[in-house]
């Protein structure tokens, strides 16, 4: 049976600033997406967290690229079996790499590539307040994690990333990692608030990105910093892809900017300083099929006979990284 009564994210924080949070409507959403974490589909993950809570240890690192936590002579034959059987319930692992207790999570994408290349061109994160929009299982917030900030929260609606979350979260105990069940378009519920935005794999999901992306500036202080990774298309004129169904086999993709579209939408949305510091094709060393994510991946969302389009005919992917102040 579930225990409805979870104190699944404590609020605190919400009554801790000066700075004018929305709390009522936060707290009023929180509360509609808590059932969420209960219904029958979410169950499964729900009891492989809960399973495992007995089971702590005081080591973790953050600062490689793969994510630590745990010594693999800490658990028993059993526990690790145990432990084991709940790391698979929440296959496919699409963010990664994790080491938890001996156990390498090899995930579908190469996420500490994509922080490896970021690092480099942020502000520190030390004493920042930051919100990770689309924070899926933690990766990056854990990565931002060595960094002190003062404040992480992670935004992401989908109860299965929550637990996935919390799995790896009731071991390390970060009591500066938030985790809300909140979307992009619930950020203006924080006016002037964070430091620092990660806009990572978002805006190409979205009906309307250039009022996304000005929700997310009034979300930041004076001076605030943004980083955007969005998926797009190759060439020089500033326009954007809508593909008619499905790009690369996925759903729910809306607008494919070239570098100059996606230049334009954050300028036009008042963003000032913007600079493009990566732009290559996505290649299938980056996402591919592996062992904790056996399903279809880049490779086999690729045309099989000219890899510069996908499996429709469409331009195949490129990742643009942008960084941009208020």
């Known amino acids: ?61 953050f600062s490689s690229a793969v994510i630590k936590v745990g010594r693999p002579d800490e658990l028993s034959t059993e526990q690790k079996q145990i432990f084991h059987n709940s790391l698979q319930l929440f296959c496919p692992w699409k963010k990664g790499p994790f080491e938890l207790f001996g156990i390498t999570i090899d995930a579908e994408w190469r996420s500490d590539w994509k922080w490896e290349r970021i690092l480099p061109h942020i502000s520190s994160l030390k004493n920042r307040k930051v919100a990770d929009i689309g924070c899926h299982n933690g990766y990056f917030m854990f990565r931002m994690a060595e960094q002190q900030p003062e404040l992480v929260i992670g935004f992401e609606p989908y109860t299965k990333h929550f637990w996935n979350f919390q799995l790896i979260q009731n071991i390390v105990k970060q009591k500066m990692l938030v985790f809300e069940l909140l979307g992009v378009e619930h950020i203006h519920y924080y006016p002037q608030f964070f430091d620092t935005i ?61 570098k100059s579209c996606l230049e334009n939408w954050i300028g036009r949305a008042g963003f ?26 880049l490779p086999e969302f690729l045309h099989p006979h000219d890899p510069s389009l996908t499996i429709e005919g469409y331009p195949a992917p490129w990742r643009y990284y942008v960084i941009a102040h208020k």
């Open 1 to 61: 049976m579930f225990n409805k009564n979870i104190d699944y994210i404590s609020p605190d924080y919400l009554y801790k600033y000066n700075i004018p949070i929305n709390t009522e409507e936060i707290l009023k959403i929180r509360q509609e997406r808590k059932t969420k974490l209960f219904e029958p589909s979410t169950q499964k993950y729900y009891e492989a967290v809960q399973t495992i809570t007995d089971i702590q240890s005081d080591f973790f690192d």
């Open 198 to 258: 990660f806009c990572l794999g978002i805006l190409y999901h979205h009906t309307d990105p250039i009022s996304l992306l000005r929700k997310m500036r009034e979300a930041l202080t004076p001076k605030g910093e943004i980083i955007i990774d969005c998926q797009g298309i190759p060439g020089d004129l500033p326009v954007a892809l809508t593909p008619q169904k499905r790009y690369a086999q996925a759903r729910g993709i809306w607008f494919l900017p070239t």
């Open 272 to 297: 000032s300083d913007i600079h493009c510091f990566f732009a290559e094709p996505l290649s299938i060393q980056e996402q591919r099929r592996t062992t904790w994510a056996n399903i279809d991946s």
